[in-house]
């Protein structure tokens, strides 16, 4: 019954901060925000009480501790001293704090040791605040330079093994789409997150229900046809290939900059998600051609009600694209 207090306190507190940051008025109150943001979900990520989610945590509160010293330090020389053009800065330190290129490495190595709920706040809910605070400097040409260095990213996803680590190169992938169409036009950035967030939600919980941590395990993964249907469907989706609900927020961005003619940069996104791919080929390949072997711990969470639920929900999801293209 406590944990239970305990875990809606501070998921109370989390949403409380990230709805500071959004409302505030002056960056100060935003800073304040981010502050109150790592401290309420430091405790949720060591709900599970393992030695190893103990050390994710101490890392996660060292690198954000340190991007947001160098954060107040640059808020208060804009303040104070009115140094002209020290965007770039700012927006270096929450890069950090978004785990970007170049100061991705800490994701992957973190998630490792988390729980699946607190990689899916990780990946989603820690995101909107620093998005928000980039989104108001509207620095068009220090972005630009910056996402630039984000498509080495692919390279360090192609030999991993960890489901966990895969999903987090894919956040810091899908991240750098949404600065691009948080440059374009802020509704495209925000139907691209929760689109994001949606399919983010679905995948992880599945490979909560089955505790399915690594790769290699799909290959026992023998429960249901329909249900590895839905399975490999949720990967097309949120690799973003057509006609699935992951293509879709692509290809507004997509179009947002074909209309503005920013063939460049359209190609080289693309270019990076097809780089992508090859994580997630990976691990559609063990769906689709396992080798018909069970172990009884897929077998010891059984919830058809949840199976039926989510598959209508993926299904669902199919056409509702088709009427959002035509």
């Known amino acids: 019954m406590n944990l239970n207090l305990t875990k809606i306190l501070f998921m109370n507190l989390l949403l409380f901060s990230t709805m500071l940051t959004i409302s505030s008025m002056n960056w100060l109150s935003m800073w304040m925000g981010l502050e109150l943001n790592l401290f309420s979900i430091i405790p949720i990520m060591n ?6 989610s103990i050390e994710s945590t101490m890392k996660y509160f060292l690198i954000q501790a340190f991007a947001s010293i160098l954060l107040l330090m640059f808020l208060i020389n804009k303040s104070m001293f009115f140094i002209i053009n020290n965007n770039m800065l700012i927006i270096l330190s929450l890069m950090m704090k978004l785990s970007l290129m170049p100061f991705h490495l800490w994701l ?4 490792e040791g988390l729980n699946w709920m607190s990689c899916m706040l990780l990946m989603t809910w820690q995101k909107i605040s620093p998005l928000i605070m980039i989104s108001y400097l509207n620095s ?3 972005m630009i330079f910056i996402i630039t260095m984000i498509f080495l990213n692919p390279i360090f996803g192609m030999n991993q093994n960890s489901i966990r680590k895969i999903l987090a190169m894919s956040s810091i992938n899908n991240t750098s789409w949404m600065l691009f169409a948080m440059l374009m036009n802020e509704t495209i950035w ?3 997150f929760i689109i994001y967030s949606m399919l983010n939600f679905m995948i992880i919980t599945i490979l909560s229900k089955f505790n399915i941590n690594y790769i290699n395990q799909l290959k026992f993964f023998n429960i249901n046809f329909f249900f590895k249907i839905n399975l490999f469907m949720l990967i097309l989706s949120i690799m973003g290939l057509p006609p699935m609900l992951g293509f879709i927020m692509k290809w507004m961005l997509i179009k947002t900059l074909m209309y503005n003619q920013m063939n460049l940069i359209m190609l080289m996104l693309i270019i990076l998600t097809i780089m992508n791919l090859f994580m997630y080929i990976k691990m559609m390949y063990f769906i689709l051609f396992n080798f018909n072997l069970f172990n009884k711990w897929y077998f010891k969470k059984k919830n058809f009600y949840y199976y039926n639920f989510t598959m209508f929900i993926n299904f669902f999801k199919l056409f509702f694209s088709y009427i959002i293209m035509y």
């Open 47 to 52: 709900f599970n009480l393992s030695i190893y």
């Open 108 to 111: 992957p190595s973190l998630i």
């Open 140 to 142: 068009n040409k220090t």
């Open 190 to 192: 925000i139907n691209y």
